[in-house]
T-cell receptor, first 112, second 115 residues
């Protein structure tokens, strides 16, 4: 999908376990974002990055952490998964001068 | 505190007719608005956008209208086609300062176009 890949595509995990989702881009874009999609809420921003090692919180960051050690990779970690974190997670990239995001295909995470 | 709202969860229209999707926002700092389309099991894709200095933007069958005084925007699809059936998300951003291009999304509207 236009140089952005999310892995895994699907994951089932148990409550209390740590989980890491990966977003990989080949576009060398500076800005990367993690969103979650839930019925009735649309897409909500979890964390974002504006450069290597430069990250900040979004509106629903509790229980999540991120890391960006390379331009191409943006990792989202659920430190101790809870059932409320069952969701579809989308990564997005944005080039500086343009306004539209390019989204990955998503990761469907189920916490049981 | 939902800053971008799409109050219609779903919309059903007949093929060939007009589809009108609505979106309201509360944050007066928003200066750029976008519409995204999403099919099942895929990521959202960018459809059309409008800057706050304009009140209309057209791209083929898609037109977005912005009414800043009412803090309201709408997406018109004419004529509607069955392939337009998808979830449509409205999004907004305040592109100045330290916004870093963050988008705030609405809840989405499921559009179904019947043949």
């Amino acid at each position: 999908d236009a140089g952005i890949t999310q892995s895994p595509r699907h994951k089932v995990t148990e409550t209390g376990t740590p989980v890491t989702l990966r977003c990989h881009q080949t576009e060398n874009h500076r800005y990367m974002y993690w969103y979650r999609q839930d019925p009735g809420h649309g897409l909500r921003l979890i964390h974002y990055s504006y450069g290597v090692k430069d990250t900040d919180k979004g509106e629903v960051s509790d229980g999540y952490s991120v890391s960006r050690s390379k331009t191409e990779d943006f990792l989202l970690t659920l430190e101790s998964a809870t059932s409320s974190q069952t969701s579809v997670y989308f990564c997005a990239i944005r080039d500086g001068p343009t306004y539209g995001y390019t989204f990955g295909s998503g990761t469907r995470l189920t916490v049981v | 505190d939902q800053q971008v709202k799409q109050n219609s969860p779903s919309l059903s229209v007949q093929e060939g007719r007009i589809s009108i999707l609505n979106c309201d926002y509360t944050n007066s700092m928003f200066d750029y608005f976008l519409w995204y389309k999403k099919y099942p099991a895929e990521g959202p894709t960018f459809l059309i956008s409008i800057s706050s200095i304009k009140d209309k933007n057209e791209d083929g069958r898609f037109t977005v209208f912005l009414n800043k005084s009412a803090k309201h925007l709408s997406l018109h699809i004419v004529p509607s086609q069955p392939g337009d059936s998808a979830v449509y998300f409205c999004a907004a951003s305040a592109f100045g300062g330290t916004s870093y291009g963050k988008l705030t999304f609405g809840q989405g509207t499921i559009l179904t176009v019947h043949p």
